[in-house]
């Protein structure tokens, strides 16, 4: 069974910094890879997704992406107090179910005034 | 336009009784997904629909759990004979494409807070 790690954290970053959160993934053979921020008692929402290796930005958030290691980590830049949430790295299912998404437990960010 | 919407937003049930939750998806959207997310535990899926069809159940927890999807639109899971431990927050999620051979965005409604008494 595919696994997707996260650090739980809480990771906390002063204001005006870059948050940077990491996740890891089994499956060499994964393809979809998606950033959701979870506020506390909200439903996930996406931020981002990539596909290909390297870096994807939209705004101040930034995905990287290595296959090879196996890796896709999400960085905040000016982190800012409402930031504060869980991010969860979600990637596609394995065999035949591919179009499935299989979640990391997330890390919890805090960014401090 | 309107986001995936979930009903009811809280349900309290007492141990045994049957529950149905349901979902309206994004107007146009064809796959929809229910997912299960207990206290401080990650997303756990449970089923997909594409169109009205469920190629894969596998993730139901057993099978007390059902779900079914008519008009290609507002899908409905229901619980019978609920357990403790059944007590999670139920998530639907819908996108615009499925395919099998990679996942695609996926938009979350608000989710239904089930506690079973």
Known sequence: ????????????????????????YSDRGSQSFFWYRQ???????????????????????TAQLNKASQYVSLLIRDSQPSDSATYLCAVNGNGGSQGNL??????????KP | GAGVSQSPSNKV??????????????SGHTALY??????????EFLIYFQGNSAPDKSGLPSDRFSAERTG??????TIQRTQQEDSAVYLCASSSRHSLQEAYEQYFGPGTRLTVT
């Not at chain 1, 996406?46 to 390297?54: T, V």
């Open chain 1, 1 to 24: 069974q595919k696994e997707v790690e996260q650090n739980s954290g809480p990771l906390s970053v002063p204001e005006g910094a870059i948050a940077s959160l990491n996740c890891t």
């Open chain 1, 39 to 61: 506020y506390s008692g909200k439903s996930p929402e996406l931020i981002m997704f990539i596909y290909s290796n390297g870096d994807k930005e939209d705004g101040r958030f």
């Open chain 1, 102 to 111: 299989i979640f990391g437990k997330g890390t919890k960010l805090s960014v």
């Open chain 2, 13 to 26: 049930t007492e141990k045994g009784k049957d529950v149905e939750l349901r979902c309206d998806p994004i």
């Open chain 2, 34 to 43: 229910w997912y299960r997310q207990s206290l401080g535990q990650g997303l």
């Open chain 2, 72 to 77: 290609g639109s507002v899908s409905t899971l």
